[in-house]
């Protein structure tokens, strides 16, 4: 059976940071793309970060890149997101997806390594995060 599972997150100040893990279980971490999405009150679904385990590629969302970084830990399974210089509006409930199909896939008028919500066939639970201001 395949899992995902979030920790990691709860409430930090502006400017401080957190680390969020996906434990993955069922699949072989380097055959998938896990991509971070987070879902604000009130708000769209919204791509964070993605990761193609296998290489190492990464891909971040404009409004996270050079505050987050997402790695991979193969041997345990576990993909994290590192998140720096925390704002006010990174509070959102945030979930880790997996796919098998790890090539780069087609829309908006270009390739792109992270794919688009429906893409993905697995979902972990969601894990709150709020960064007070």
């Known amino acids: 059976e395949v899992q995902l599972v979030e920790s990691g997150g709860g409430l930090v100040e502006a400017g401080g940071s957190l680390r969020l893990s996906c434990a993955t279980s069922?699949?072989?971490?380097?055959?998938?793309?896990i991509d971070w999405f987070r879902q604000a009150p009130g708000k769209e679904l919204e791509g964070v970060s993605c990761?193609?385990?296998?290489?190492?590629?990464?891909s971040y969302a404009e409004s996270v890149k050079d505050r987050f970084t997402i790695s991979s830990d193969s041997a345990k399974n576990t993909v994290y997101l590192q998140m720096n210089s925390l704002k006010a509006d990174d509070t959102a409930v945030y979930y880790c997806?997996?796919?098998?199909?790890?090539?780069?896939?087609?829309?908006?008028?270009?390739?792109?390594?992270?794919?688009?919500?429906?893409?993905?066939?697995?979902w972990g639970q969601g894990i709150q995060v709020t960064v007070s201001s």
């Open positions: 997806a997996g796919s098998p199909d790890w090539r780069p896939t087609f829309y908006s008028g270009s390739f792109h390594l992270c794919r688009q919500r429906s893409e993905y066939d697995y």
């Open positions: 069922g699949f072989t971490l380097d055959g998938y793309v």
């Open positions: 990761i193609r385990s296998y290489d190492h590629s990464t």
